[in-house]
């Protein structure tokens, strides 16, 4: 009922950056989506939170990337963005988008490859 299009991952060097995106389409009205945001895995390693963002703007960011990333929605085109900055080499995983809609479950992308060579 959702498909969400991921794009941007990439390889990059430690203290560099990154932009993903995330556009979001669904078959079914929902009357917008609540939250959006991205969530990552590295090798070995549960699936964490990275930054969401809600209709309204607010956000949430992990500890790690505090001060070093930016999430941005753009609702018109249902689009979630993720600014990477001074990346390192443990912000190396598989990043997934969420999309949650009004009274829906979660919708996950396939997910980015994000790998960062010292």
């Known amino acids: 009922q959702v498909q969400l299009a991921e794009s941007g991952g990439g390889l990059v060097q430690a203290g560099g950056s990154l932009r993903l995106s995330c556009a979001a389409s669904?078959?079914?009205?929902?009357?917008?989506?609540?939250?959006m945001g991205w969530y990552r895995q590295a090798p070995g390693k549960q699936r964490e939170l990275v930054a969401t963002?809600?209709?309204?703007?607010?956000?949430n960011y992990a500890d790690s990337v505090k001060g070093r990333s930016t999430i941005s929605r753009d609702n018109a085109k249902i689009t979630v963005y993720l600014q990477m900055n001074s990346l390192k080499p443990e912000d190396t995983g598989v990043y997934y988008c969420?999309?949650?809609?009004?009274?829906?479950?979660?919708?996950w992308g396939q997910g980015t490859q994000v790998t960062v060579s010292s």
């Open positions: 963002i809600t209709n309204g703007g607010r956000t």
């Open positions: 669904s078959s079914k009205s929902f009357g917008g989506f609540y939250i």
């Open positions: 969420l999309a949650r809609p009004y009274g829906s479950d979660n919708y």
